[in-house]
């Protein structure tokens, strides 16, 4: 049956790596024989200058009617620097997770063998990491209200607020999650200092006598930070609020390798949505130098999480660690002998293309 992808490239370096994502997935359709139909559509600065809108009514319709979406990244320069613009790319960011309902982001960090004497981090303590980020995605500070700044422009205030309901759901798939993995939970929060942190304790605490063999465990943020540096191997499944997620991963991705190497799925209540963690990266623009594989990978998880296509998604990641044992990485991976996003792109494609011959 034909699945429909909606495919929102966005803005700065979005559309390069997106483009890469799409020509492995085309490939995947040939050699696997799936019909994959995509639609782009428009989000972020781009659709601000098209249309006003960041996340335009038009865009929502695309992705309530597809299968799946794969996204690439928003943001510009020309609003980052103007702290008093009324519309921001961001905004149709929040607005599209918000609407849709992608509630949850789920982040695989791994090491990769080929990448380990490249890293800046030590191979002994990075070698054999792999544990995922359960990221809360539309709650938190990022979505509170109220917000703003005072009558006379000197004072500004965001809200953090979480419901129990908003922590259930998320903490489930984190559970579960644990139970196909080494089963351990450890709930990243500031219980020392934050009500939202302490009702997160609370909720999760009670919801994992459901799960009685996974082991949950709780670590402060400004603790995790340091620690998923210093001992990456102890985490298996990390579950934690919007804001404290979006930069532990940042982070952690230098365990990888790169920002640009993280996938992610948004996972939502009728819909999900694949994205690279990183974002538009405006440096690069244009300049055939960002790494594909975040968004290459979020492709994989979008065949394995919204189309069970387990074998497919595998094949993506098998070409992409062939990819870096033949040393096709871009710039940010190896300096000295870096290949062009698209070349990348190509070998990735080549490598699931000869899959027919086999
Ligand atoms: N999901 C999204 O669409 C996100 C959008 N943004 C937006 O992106 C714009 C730039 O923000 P930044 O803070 O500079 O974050 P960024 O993630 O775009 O880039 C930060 C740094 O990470 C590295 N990097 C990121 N992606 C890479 C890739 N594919 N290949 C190689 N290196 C890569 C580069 O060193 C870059 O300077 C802003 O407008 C921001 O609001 C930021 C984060 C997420
Ligand atoms: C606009 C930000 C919330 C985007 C971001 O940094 C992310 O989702 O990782
Ligand atoms: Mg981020």
Redesign the pocket.
Known sequence: MKKHIAVLS?????PE?TAQALKVLKAVGEVYGHEFAYKEALV??CAIDATGNPFPEETEQVCQQADAIL???????K??NDPKAKV???QG?LAMRKKLGLFSNVRPVKSYKALLPISPLKEEIIDGTDFVVFRELTGGIYFGQPRGRSEDGKNAFDTCAYSTDEITRVSRLAFEAAQNRRKKVTLVDKANVLATSRLWRETVKELVSEYPDVELDFMFVDNAAMKIIQNPRDFDVVLTENMFG?IIT?EA?VISG????LPSASIGLNQSLY??????????AGKN???????ILSAAMLLEYSFGMIEESKAINDAVMQAMDEGFV????NKDQAKG?EEVGDHVTEYIKQLTTV
Request: aromatic share 8%; glycine share 18%; net charge negative.
């Open positions: 966005g803005d700065g370096i979005g790596v972020g600065a996204f690439g990244a928003i943001g510009h320069p609003y980052d921001r790319p961001e960011l979006d940042d991705s790169s920002l640009g190497m994205e690279p963690i990183h974002g538009s990266y405006p440096q690069a130098i960002a790494n594909p594989f975040g968004a871009t710039e940010d991976i996003t």
